[in-house]
């Protein structure tokens, strides 16, 4: 069956393994796929195009073969709201038809499925990497030939900007299409959680997504403490003018998170709905997601200079640079041995581990 946004239209399993579609995707013609899903379907481009975040003219370009898929966020946009199931997920993203032939049952859910309906066929050695393949840069061009990602361990590369987290969507989108909603966070402002989160909260708003309960945490610096790092550049002491700067940012999109989150439980939409956020004063030299317990996002903070004026005067500090940034990507696999699995529940021991002990309310 398609993604949530194209109805119950049911799509026989069969058809996701025909000779045609497999080809198709095969040459990451996503155009011919569109084709293909319409004739199936019937749907219109703007019922494609809302399932899979793209407006009508992208679709249609891509329909007439104006426009080529070759970044990983966009494919990653449509294997998720078409619900593409293996193996054709893998030979879209692999560009190689014989991944077909090297999908082994494997424990693992796809997208839509409810524990107890057969597992997906998921290929042999990629069984974590459900994006691997696209080019992962951020600029390339349209028609730009796509680079493989090659998968470690269950590792999955995604480019993102942090102020629009493309590569993060589909998943946390997915995530609030379930029952419960379990969000955990560890970063320097959650500036990002803010934007990650806006929309899928939007979209349990008006109905799209239903879930019982929502519970977000998110762990920032402390802006109440002097800092050993971010700090002044020339100095390598705490600033407090750019302190005081993040503390209003950091409340800013704390406050409005807690906002909308509780505007769902106060409109009763969602019974349960919670935000917690608190600070603690180690330095966060990465960012964190976990995601309803099963999928972890991690990436570096790398250091960068960044210059702001206050009271007239010019200061330039060494701070931590959240854009353009590379997470890895970790999911459960339910399987003796595996690393994804090991990671998955180390970054959740660290953060309880964090929240339980040094973290503290957020300062008002």
Not at 4 to 30: C, F, G, H, I, K
Not at 258 to 286: C, G, K, W, Y
Not at 339 to 345: E, S
């Amino acid at each position: 069956m398609l993604g949530n946004l194209l109805d119950d239209r049911t799509v026989p399993m069969d058809w996701w393994t025909s000779p045609e579609l497999l080809q198709a995707l095969a040459r990451r013609d996503v155009g011919h796929l569109f084709r293909m899903v319409q004739k199936i379907t019937k749907v219109s481009q703007t019922r494609i195009g809302v399932a899979t975040g793209l407006n009508q003219a992208q679709v249609s370009e891509i329909m007439s073969g104006k426009r080529q898929v070759t970044t990983l966020d966009v494919a990653s946009r449509i294997i998720e709201g078409l619900g593409i199931p293996e193996p054709a997920r893998t030979v879209l993203l692999m560009g190689n038809l014989e991944a077909a032939s090297g999908c082994v049952e494997y424990p693992r859910r796809a997208p839509g499925e409810v524990a107890g309906q057969p597992t997906a066929l998921v290929p042999r050695g990629v069984a974590d990497s459900a994006t691997a393949g696209f080019a992962s840069t951020q600029g390339a061009s349209a028609s730009s030939p796509a680079q493989p990602v090659v998968p470690r361990d269950g590792a999955l590369l995604l480019r993102m900007k942090t102020e629009r987290p493309v590569g993060l969507r589909p998943h946390v989108d997915q995530a609030f299409a379930e029952q419960h909603v379990i969000i955990d966070f560890a970063g320097f402002s959650g500036e990002t959680l803010h934007g990650a989160l806006q929309e899928p909260l939007d979209k349990v708003r008006v109905g799209q997504y239903t879930p019982e309960s929502i519970h977000i945490r998110a762990l920032i610096l402390d802006t109440g403490v002097p800092w050993h790092f971010p700090c002044d550049r020339d100095t390598l002491v705490d600033d407090p003018e750019f302190r005081r700067r993040m503390h209003r940012l950091s409340v800013r999109h704390g406050q409005a998170l807690v906002d909308s989150t509780q505007e769902l439980r106060d409109m009763n939409i969602v019974h349960d709905a919670t935000v917690e956020i608190r600070a603690h004063s180690l330095t966060p030299t990465f960012k964190l997601y976990l995601v309803n317990g099963r999928e972890v996002f991690f990436g570096f903070y790398p250091v960068t200079e960044f210059s702001f004026k206050a009271e007239g005067q010019r200061h330039s500090v060494l701070n931590l640079m959240g854009k353009d940034q590379t997470l890895f990507r970790f999911a459960r696999t339910n399987t003796e041995d595996s690393p994804a699995d090991d990671y998955v529940g180390a970054a959740q021991t660290w953060f309880d581990s964090i929240w339980d002990t040094v973290a503290r309310e957020l300062p008002a």
